[in-house]
Every structure is written in C-alpha cells, then in structure tokens.
C-alpha cells in the first residue's frame, strides 16, 4: 500500500544550496544598512546644553549680581552635554583622538543688563526643557530616561533663576 505523498513543494537540490551559499551575503548587506544615517537624535541637545553652559559663563563673569545661580546653570547644563556626548559616543563610538561630535559653541556677548541675561538664562533653559521633552516619547527607554532627566532638570533650573 502506497503512502499518500504530502502537496508541499520540493525545492530542488541546487537551488536549495544556492540559497544557502547566498544567506551570509544577504546577512552582510542588510547590515550595512543604506548609508543613510541620520545623525543622531541627542545631537541637538547636547549641543543647546554647551550653548546655555557658555552663555550662563558669559553672564557669570558680566553680572556679578546673578553670577552665583549663572555659574549653577553653567554647570549642571556642562554636565548634561556631557551626559549626553557619552550616549552619542556609547551609541556610535569615535576614535579618541576625534574632537566630539558636539562643537563647543562661538563664544558670545552676554546681554547687557542682569535684567535681560536673567530673561535669557530663563528663556534658553524653556527652550532646553521643551526641546528634550517633545523628544522623550520617541527614544528607546535607556536614552528617554537621560533625556528627560534633562529636561527636568532644565524646568528645576528655571525655578532657581525665579
């Protein structure tokens, strides 16, 4: 008595191993990608945290009147660039010898008044709050933890300055 035989295809032999022998190079490819990288997303804000770092440092050294909470603004946006420069690099390591992905910025005039730098350092530290908080819902969880860490930290900072 004769078996029935199942209705699946049969590959033949050869095509079977051509496939097999053209899988690593598939597998190269696609990772490769299409070298169309955008840059990466904390690019934007690591660069605004030097920015406001040396604008707050400008302001310190200009206006000894609010030079005490200018150079704590300047230091906790300093270690916010740092911050997310390390999470550039971890994501897409540099050589060490390369300058970071993130310039340090011209350097500025402070406003001329403490009135307006008070309103600058306020305005710079919305637009950093604003800025990391519209990005958190599209990153993965470990970097949207960072950022809105830095964006807390931004609102916090715009209490201090009143």
Same mark, same amino acid.
């Given at each position: 008595? *004769? ?15 051509? %496939?097999?022998?053209?899988?690593? !190079?598939?597998?190269? %490819? ?6 169309? *990288? ?17 604008? !707050? ?25 740092? !911050? ?70 931004? !609102?916090?900072?715009? *209490?201090?300055?009143?």
């Amino acid at each position: 008595m *004769e078996l029935p035989r199942a209705s699946l295809p049969v590959l033949p032999r050869r095509r079977v191993l051509r %496939l097999l022998a053209a899988a690593p !190079a598939a597998a190269a %490819l696609a990772a490769c990608g299409s070298g169309d *990288e955008e840059p990466d997303q904390l690019l934007a804000l690591a660069t605004a945290a030097k920015a406001d770092a040396a604008l !707050a440092n400008a302001i310190a050294r200009a206006h000894s009147g609010i030079a005490r909470p200018a150079r704590e603004l300047a230091a906790a946006r300093t270690a916010h660039a740092t !911050a997310l420069q390390r999470e550039i690099d971890r994501v897409t390591p540099r050589d060490p010898d390369e300058p970071p992905s993130v310039p340090d910025p011209a350097p500025g005039k402070p406003p001329s008044s403490a009135g307006a730098a008070e309103d600058a350092l306020r305005s710079a530290m919305r637009q950093g709050q604003e800025q990391s908080a519209k990005l958190v819902p599209s990153l993965p969880s470990h970097r949207a933890g960072l950022v809105a860490s830095v964006s807390a930290s931004c !609102a916090s900072l715009q *209490e201090v300055l009143g």
